[in-house]
């Protein structure tokens, strides 16, 4: 409760509703640079709930608090690559991470988008990679 008494306005109503991106849908000038501002375009925010879930995507979830990139474990072999720089979803380190600087669209993109969401913030944000479990025997496993 402290906590929550101690958040101003706008981060309270974000830890309370948090926003989600549906980063594999990125597409036009999202997460570029505005060409009149040179802000950083973001993408619109998706209702959080299950049925607006794919089960191939990758989400970027914002508490105010944390960002949460939730990886899906069907999400495209090029997604991962691009993002991660590694082969499969196997390979992906989940827990608080830092993304790697790749030379491709994708990658700049999403790290545009954090960084973007971070500057808005007071203090730092840490990036925290959940990663989707098949079943309760594999969450007990992710977790521990």
Same mark, same amino acid.
């Given at each position: 409760?402290?906590?929550?008494?101690?958040?101003?306005?706008?981060?309270?109503?974000?830890?309370? /509703?948090?926003?989600?991106?549906?980063?594999?849908?990125?597409?036009?000038?999202?997460? /570029? +640079?505005? +060409?009149?501002?040179?802000?950083?375009? !973001?993408?619109?925010?998706?209702?959080?709930?299950?049925?607006?879930?794919? @089960?191939?995507?990758?989400? /970027?979830?914002? %508490?105010?608090?944390? /960002?949460?990139?939730?990886?899906?474990? *069907?999400?495209?072999?090029? !997604?991962?690559? %691009?993002?991660?720089?590694?082969?499969?979803?196997?390979?992906? @380190?989940?827990?608080?991470?830092? !993304?790697?600087?790749?030379?491709?669209?994708?990658?700049?993109?999403?790290?545009? *988008?954090?960084?973007?969401?971070?500057?808005? @913030?007071?203090?730092?944000?840490?990036?925290?990679?959940?990663?989707?479990?098949?079943?309760?025997?594999?969450?007990?496993?992710?977790?521990?």
């Amino acid at each position: 409760m402290a906590f929550v008494r101690t958040l101003p306005l706008t981060l309270s109503v974000i830890n309370y /509703l948090p926003r989600v991106y549906a980063l594999h849908l990125l597409g036009g000038n999202i997460g /570029l +640079p505005n +060409p009149d501002t040179s802000v950083i375009i !973001l993408p619109q925010p998706i209702r959080l709930a299950s049925e607006m879930l794919e @089960r191939h995507g990758l989400y /970027l979830g914002d %508490d105010g608090t944390t /960002l949460y990139l939730y990886l899906t474990r *069907i999400a495209p072999g090029e !997604l991962v690559r %691009d993002l991660f720089g590694v082969n499969s979803y196997d390979e992906v @380190r989940y827990g608080k991470i830092s !993304l790697p600087v790749l030379e491709n669209s994708f990658s700049q993109r999403v790290t545009s *988008i954090v960084g973007k969401l971070r500057e808005s @913030r007071p203090g730092f944000l840490p990036l925290v990679l959940v990663k989707e479990v098949c079943c309760s025997f594999c969450l007990a496993h992710f977790i521990n």
